[in-house]
């Protein structure tokens, strides 16, 4: 079975500038999740959507925008593009309460 | 606050050594526990998870971790460390009032002398 998925892998963006990040979940998962990860650090959480419903939001400005599609998969939006916003973006889905599954995640850099 | 510690940024055993990563967490409630590994330049894979039941619990690889509620630790280990186990570790916690939002410790990168 194929894995959660993301496009594109890498970005290069700049300041000022809005980016969209996709995801696709892995089959028969309805439960997306996006994290943010900083080099040298943890992920951190930005949104939680399940059945097209946001069901969880982290510590991230109204920059910050999400929505997921019938098929389950997932976009991710961020207007006004700071330096700070470099980071590898993390999907990642869940078949149930527990566990999350993560994709490879997308390289955004920010100029 | 709700939160996890690992203890050790960097931690560097010799091939076929113990390997032993610290987790603690911070709650009264204990919370679901997970285990993941990042290669580099790669997402995240799932090691092991802890939900409920047995407190020993065995994960790919040949990882396993334990809950000791007492000590609010989730610490893995591996018997006899290989070169491939050289990546960055991560523990996390997923709270029974916080929906699907898992919170990660800031990391242990184990590295393997041959």
């Known amino acids: 079975d194929a894995g959660v998925t993301q496009s594109p892998t890498h970005l290069i963006k700049t300041r000022g500038q809005q980016v969209t990040l996709r995801c696709s979940p892995i089959s028969g998962h309805k439960s997306v999740s996006w994290y943010q990860q900083v080099l040298g650090q943890g992920p951190q959480f930005i949104f939680q959507?399940?059945?097209?419903?946001?069901?969880g939001r982290g510590n991230f400005p109204d920059r910050f925008s999400a929505r997921q599609f019938p098929n389950y998969s997932s976009e991710l939006n961020v207007n006004a593009l700071l330096l700070g916003d470099s980071a590898l973006y993390l999907c990642?889905?869940?078949?149930?309460?527990?566990?999350?599954?993560f994709g490879p995640g997308t390289r955004l850099t920010v100029t | 606050a709700q939160s996890v510690t690992q203890l050790g940024s960097h931690v560097s055993v010799s091939e076929g050594a113990l390997v032993l990563l610290r987790c603690n967490y911070s709650?009264?409630?204990?919370?679901?526990l997970f285990w993941y590994v990042q290669y580099p330049n790669q997402g995240l894979q799932l090691l092991l998870k802890y939900t409920t039941g047995a407190t020993l619990v065995k994960g790919i690889n040949g990882f396993e971790a334990e809950f000791k509620k007492s000590e609010t630790s989730f610490h893995l280990t591996k018997p006899s460390a290989h070169m491939s186990d050289a990546a960055e570790y991560f523990c996390a916690v997923k709270f029974y009032n916080q929906g699907g939002k898992l919170i990660f410790g800031q990391g242990t990168e184990l590295s393997v002398k041959p």
């Open positions: 990642a889905s869940s078949p149930a309460e527990y566990e999350q599954y």
């Open positions: 709650s009264s409630v204990p919370p679901y």
């Open positions: 959507y399940y059945e097209k419903e946001e069901r």
